[in-house]
């Protein structure tokens, strides 16, 4: 199409240079079939200069594997302000999903910090053991 991304991956410059002179469709092919860093740049500068036919692409970038470039997609939808509801719908269930991943991540920080208090509980057979030692000797009567 416009080059062959496979070859040589654009530099954070050369996605900054298509942003200032509106080459969208140079970032829409970016955000297709670059590496996870140049599709994070690419969603970035669609944000501030996509139009309304980038938002398919857009759509299928919010099931990235990398999350960043998932969340910079679903920014960038935010930013052109779709009105569509199925579009309305799919961003603000991804963003509730994004949120349940932070506070998922944040609880397991909290459980790693925690401190816990290990008490050493007494087993009853060796309880009992200690019980019949002492009656043991006692004298009798």
């Known amino acids: 199409m416009l080059f ?9 410059n050369t996605i900054d240079y298509w ?13 297709k079939h670059g590496n996870y860093k140049t ?7 669609l944000e501030h200069e996509g139009r ?9 970038t919010i099931n990235d594997k990398i999350q960043n470039v998932s969340i910079a997609a679903l920014n960038a939808l935010e930013a052109l302000g779709c009105n569509n509801e199925l579009t309305i719908s799919i961003t603000s269930k991804r963003f509730n ?6 506070d998922k991540e944040e609880k397991r920080n909290v459980i790693i910090t925690k401190k816990h208090n290990i ?7 060796k309880q009992s053991f200690d019980r ?4 043991l000797k006692k004298p009798i009567r």
């Open 52 to 60: 309304a036919s980038s938002v398919p692409v857009l759509l299928y």
């Open 97 to 102: 999903w994004v949120k349940t991943i932070r």
């Open 39 to 45: 599709r994070l740049w690419a969603a970035e500068g």
């Open 132 to 135: 019949v030692k002492a009656q």
């Open 4 to 12: 062959k991304l496979k070859l040589t991956q654009p530099s954070e």
């Open 19 to 31: 942003v200032n002179t509106n080459a969208v469709e140079k970032l829409e092919y970016t955000l």
């Open 119 to 125: 008490y050493r509980w007494k087993r009853a057979s």
